[in-house]
């Protein structure tokens, strides 16, 4: 039982450099969402989605893109890394929206 | 604008204390609240909480949420320091984003 397998667990990027995290879910569930992380901040998302190719915006969405192919998978989008961007990400996964989710192990960010 | 408030933001305490965490919200159509605990890696999830009054337990742990107060409490009884974490509040209003307050660092000393 997997559960939502995040890879990879740490990553190191330049300024500029593109990455995917990845993120996938065996639950069946249609709800499926990123975080990211920073000290004293809790945690913020920054996309979800609530089914196969249907995703839209959260609270931080800038300078990431997401998008939702199948049911299992959601993948997250760094299309030219910035500093602001070093945090640890998280993504959950959830039957539906407002039951509660299951998070991955979460991925280590750090762009020099 | 939706948003979750949490306090204290950190506690220090010695085992056999209890303790009392404090969450707060303003959403617009609120569906829930959660409660997480976090500890090295990934939230782990402790509670929902949908109607007011109506207190969940789990062993030591339990939480209660007062609607007209806009406010939840989660209590942990006889702290050990194996209760020590980040104590996450969210709170999912009917827009489908969960929302996430700052957490609570609980740290119980022997």
């Known amino acids: 039982n997997a559960g939502v397998t995040q890879t990879p667990k740490f990553q190191v990027l330049k300024t500029g450099q593109s990455m995917t995290l990845q993120c996938a879910q065996d639950m069946n569930h249609e709800y499926m969402s990123w975080y990211r992380q920073d000290p004293g901040m809790g945690l913020r998302l920054i996309h979800y989605?609530?089914?196969?190719?249907?995703?839209d915006q959260g609270e931080v969405p800038n300078g990431y893109n997401v998008s939702r192919s199948t049911t299992e998978d959601f993948p997250l989008r760094l299309l030219s890394a910035a500093p602001s961007q070093t945090s640890v990400y998280f993504c959950?996964?959830?039957?539906?929206?407002?039951?509660?989710?299951?998070f991955g192990s979460g991925t280590r960010l750090t762009v020099v | 604008e939706d948003k979750v408030v949490q306090s204290p933001l950190s506690l220090v305490v010695h085992e056999g204390d209890t303790v009392t965490l404090n969450c707060s919200y303003e959403v617009t159509n609120f569906r829930s609240l959660l409660w997480y605990k976090q500890e090295k890696k990934a939230p782990t999830f402790l509670f929902m909480l949908?109607?007011?009054?109506i207190e969940k337990k789990s062993g030591r742990l339990s939480s209660i949420l007062d609607k007209k107060e806009l406010s939840s409490i989660l209590n942990i009884t006889a702290t050990q320091t194996g209760d020590s974490a980040i104590y996450l509040c969210?709170?999912?209003?009917?827009?489908?984003?969960?929302?996430f307050g700052q957490g609570t660092t609980l740290q119980v000393k022997p």
């Open positions: 989605s609530v089914g196969a190719g249907i995703t």
């Open positions: 959950a996964s959830s039957y539906e929206p407002r039951r509660a989710g299951t």
């Open positions: 949908t109607s007011s009054g």
């Open positions: 969210a709170v999912w209003p009917n827009t489908g984003k969960l929302i």
